[in-house]
T-cell receptor, first 110, second 114 residues
Framework: TQLLEQSPQFLSIQEGENLTVYCNSS?????LQWYRQEPGEGPVLLVT?????EVKKLKRLTFQFGDARKDSSLHITAAQPGDTGLYLC??????????FGAGTILRVKS | GAVVSQHPSWVICKSGTSVKIECRSL??????MFWYRQFPKQSLMLMAT?????????EQGVEKDKFLINHASLTLSTLTVTSAHPEDSSFYIC??????????FGSGTRLTVV
């Protein structure tokens, strides 16, 4: 069974601070995705990383896929209150299924 | 990108009744759809994989007779929670994979059983 360990589970920071969320597994994933979810809504895809060592940037968000494709990180620079939400990493497993991490609740205080 | 329409967005029902949740792909034909369940402040837990024209595949621990899934067409999958109980109260989300794009999620259905 493929598992994704996501940390931290909860993060409360001040506006302007930087943060990193980690997603680790003992399994290799063909791709890994990061989602952001707001209360009462479905997850929204932020990025998909496919190649080991890949780095993708989305404005203040930087996503990295580990060389061995077993881990990934999401770094947010100068966090803003609008970044508040639940961040989920998910790996593409067998049968097109997505394996989700436990999620990270981010709260950015102004 | 593809749009998924999930309905209703929220529903309150009495214990013992059944509730049907619909998930439609508006501009994409999906042979496979996934149904998830999410408790407050927790991640998504896969319940079952809905396959068009065939029986759904359920994850371990999910009662197939309680959570009935029908995927009768390439654009519609339904999840029926039968004989609902308060412990079934949760946020239910559908999703389908799009090759080369990723996965698109519905907006979710908040079910409250009283």
């Amino acid at each position: 069974t493929q598992l994704l360990e996501q940390s931290p589970q909860f993060l409360s920071i001040q506006e302007g601070e930087n943060l990193t969320v980690y997603c680790n597994s003992s399994s290799v994933f063909s791709s890994l995705q990061w989602y952001r979810q707001e209360p009462g809504e479905g997850p929204v895809l932020l990025v998909t990383v496919v190649t080991g060592g890949e780095v993708k940037k989305l404005k203040r968000l930087t996503f990295q896929f580990g060389d061995a494709r077993k881990d990934s990180s999401l770094h947010i620079t100068a966090a803003q209150p609008g970044d508040t939400g639940l961040y989920l990493c998910a790996g593409a497993g067998g049968g097109n299924k997505l394996v989700f991490g436990a999620g990270t609740i981010l709260r950015v205080k102004s | 990108g593809a749009v998924v329409s999930q309905h209703p967005s929220w529903v309150i029902c009495k214990s013992g009744t059944s509730v049907k949740i619909e998930c439609r792909s508006l501009d994409f034909q999906a042979t496979t759809m996934f149904w998830y369940r999410q408790f407050p402040k927790q991640s998504l837990m896969l319940m079952a994989t809905s396959n068009e024209g065939s029986k759904a595949t359920y994850e371990q621990g999910v009662e197939k007779d309680k959570f009935l899934i029908n995927h009768a067409s390439l654009t519609l999958s339904t999840l029926t929670v039968t004989s609902a109980h308060p412990e079934d109260s949760s946020f239910y989300i559908c999703s389908f994979p799009m090759p080369g794009y990723g996965y698109t999620f519905g907006s979710g259905t908040r079910l409250t059983v009283v």
